[in-house]
Structures are given as C-alpha cells and as structure tokens.
C-alpha cells in the first residue's frame, strides 16, 4: 500500500528516471544537425554564400580540412551513441559503416600540404581534391544510410506520433 503524502514530504516518484528524450535531442538529434553544416563547410569552407569573401583562399582550404574532421569525429560519435538502440539485423551495415569511418580518419593527414611560396614568402594551404572529394562522398553516403535503421530504432520518428519539426527545431535552439 503507498505511503500517504505527509506535508513537507519530498516526492521522488515512483516512475524509472528516463532521459530518453533529452537524450535523443543532445546526443542523436544535435549530432545529425551538425553533420549536415559540415558537410556543407568541407564542400565550400563556410555554410553561407556571402560569408565567402570575409575569408582568402588558404582560409577557406583550411576550414574545408577541418569540417572533413569534425564531419569524421561527429559520425564516429552518432554511431556510438546509437549502436545500443539499434535493432540486431542493423548491426552489420552500422558495424561496416563504423569501420569505414575509422578508416578514413587514418587518411585525414593526407588531405593537405602546406607548401612555401618563395615569391610572395606566404604558406599556401593546399588540398588534395581527388582524396577530399572521395573521403567526402563516402561519408555523405554514410550519413544518408544512418537515418533508416535510426529511424527504424524509432530514434527519429515515433512510429504513432505526430512531428512537430518546427517545435523540435525550437527546443534544439533554446537548448532543450
């Protein structure tokens, strides 16, 4: 038989403490958000047309090269925060995909150099296009695969639920 609420009593409740929805924004929802602006910065250095000219060429090269890695890095993090939820017959394809994306971290060194320019005395950051455009195709197929077994996992969309985007999209840009 329950206890009968005393006054000043604390109430910790009786239900398991779930973060589940927290939980999907910060470490699921969040994670697909910044995959996609890197995938844009690697491909043209920044996420909007007219920031362009606020930066030269060797600037734009090095955000590129950095996007790339922080594309890499929040991958490897989505796939792990996901890998538990996920249903058994999705565990090959996220398995395989976790391997390709360790592999091409391993290439990230390879995607520039920095060389003197003797003329002008100025280092020229300059990047490997057939490498970048390659390791950035894989990863955008990558990123278009993970929805269907997340979605599936029902870490996307709830199977009975009405979305809400634009209510999702303003709890993720006030923090919550």
């Known amino acids: 038989m329950a206890k009968k609420k005393e ?3 604390i109430s910790l409740g009786s239900d398991a403490w779930n973060v589940a929805d927290g ?8 994670l697909l958000i910044q995959l996609d602006r890197y995938d844009t910065m690697a491909q043209f250095g920044t996420e909007e ?22 594309f890499i890095s929040t991958l490897r993090q989505l796939l792990g925060n996901v890998y538990f939820a996920l249903r058994k017959e ?15 971290q391993e290439y990230l060194p390879n995607l520039y150099e920095i ?3 003797e003329v ?3 280092d020229l950051f300059e990047i490997n296009e057939d490498l970048f455009q390659t390791m950035l195709a894989i990863l955008q197929e990558i990123k ?22 634009d209510k999702i999209m303003s709890e993720i840009i006030e923090g919550g």
């Open 7 to 9: 006054e000043g009593d």
């Open 23 to 30: 939980y999907t924004k910060v470490k699921i929802l969040r």
């Open 49 to 70: 047309v007219d920031e362009d000219y606020h930066f030269n060429p060797n600037q734009l090269n090095k955000r590129r090269v950095e996007a790339m890695q922080r």
């Open 90 to 104: 999705d565990f090959k394809g996220i398995d395989s995909d976790r391997e390709r994306v360790k592999q091409l």
């Open 115 to 117: 060389k003197r320019d």
């Open 120 to 122: 002008s005395k100025e």
């Open 144 to 165: 278009e695969k993970i929805n269907v077994p997340l979605n599936k996992a029902g870490l996307i969309f709830r199977p009975t639920e009405e979305i809400d985007l």
